[in-house]
C-alpha cells in the first residue's frame, strides 16, 4: 500500500473512529436519551467513553463497571442543568478476564448516592494482586460508604462529600499487602478515613476519626470530632492541621496527646510534623439551604479558612482543587442522621 494512502488512513482513524463516543442515559421521557438505562450504555460503550447520566427524580440502580469509562452525573456541571440529581445506588469496579478488560482509568463524577441499610458499600472494589483497580478518579459526589475489596493503587479522591467512611482495607497489624495505597484525598468532606497506606491527604474537612493510617502526608486539614481523632495512626508526617479537639489520639498510645506529631508508642512508629494546632474553634458555619443535610461546610470569608499556620489556605476551600459549589446541591434522598455532623458513626 503507498505510504501516503496509508497514511491518510491512520490520520482519518485518529480523528473520526477512533475518537472517544460520548452517550447520554435519562429515565424521564422528556430526555431525549441515547439509553434509558445505564447498565445498557455501559455495555454498549468502547474503552474511556464519557457516559452523561441526566438528573432525574428517579434512581437509576446499580452499576457493573469492567472496563475504563467515564460517568457524569448532573453534579459534574459547574452549572446545573436540572433540579434533580443524578442518583445511583451501587458501582462495582471489577475486572473481567473472559474479555480482558478492567475498570482502572475509570472516573465517577457528580453522582448522589443512597445510604444503605448496615453501612453496606455505595462503591465496591473487587481487585487482587493480578487485576489491581488503579487511576480510579471519584469527583463531586455524594456518597455513604466506599470499600477497597483488594488490592488498590493511585486514586484521586476530590470534592466528595463522604457522610460514612472510606475503607482502604489496610491491616496495620499484618504484613498482607492488600488494601488501598498511593491515595490522594484532597477537598472532601469525610467522616471517617480508614485502612490506607502511603496517601496524600490535603485540605479536607474530617467529621470523624482517621483510622489504620499509616506512611502518609497529612496537611491542611480540619479535624471537628471534639474527642480524639486519631486511631493506629503512625510514620505519617502532619503539617498545618488544626482540630477542634485537644486530644488528638489515645494518651495510652502517644508519647503527647496534645500534638500531631506525636510518635505512637501502640504501634512502635514515628510521626513527625509542624505548624499543626489543636483546641481551636475553626469557626465553620451551618448553611442548610446549601445541603449537607444541615452539615458543617467552611465559608471562604472566614479568619482561619482564609490563612493558615503557613499563611495559606486550610480546609475545603484552600489548596489545589477548591470545593465546587455544584456539590452544594441539596440532596433529595432522605437523611436517616439528623445528627449527623455532630456525632461520627465510626
Sequence with gaps: MDKQVLFLLVLLCSVTFCQAGYYTVGNQPEHNADFTSIQSAVEY???YDTIYVMGSPINYGNVLLEKPLVLKGEGANDQLQSE?????????????????????????????????PGKRANIVTVGGASNKITDITLERNWLWFIDVVGEAENWTIRNNIIRG???GRIDVSSDESYGAKDFVFENNIINSLKGFDTAVVSNNVFLGRLKNIVGSEIHHNIFIREGPFLDNVGRCHFHNNVAVSSKVGKESCYESAEVFESDNHCMAMTNTGNNNRVGVDPGFGYIPSKGISGGAVFEPGNTLVEKGSDGSKIGIFGGNSPFPSSTFMEPEITNPFSTFVVESIY
Design 45 to 47: 460503550a468502547s474503552s
Design 84 to 116: 434533580h440529581t443524578s442518583k445511583l445506588t451501587r458501582i462495582l469496579l471489577t475486572s473481567n478476564p473472559y474479555r480482558r478488560t478492567i475498570s482502572s482509568g475509570s472516573s465517577i463524577v457528580g453522582f448522589e448516592f443512597p445510604f444503605f
Design 165 to 167: 467512611w472510606f475503607d
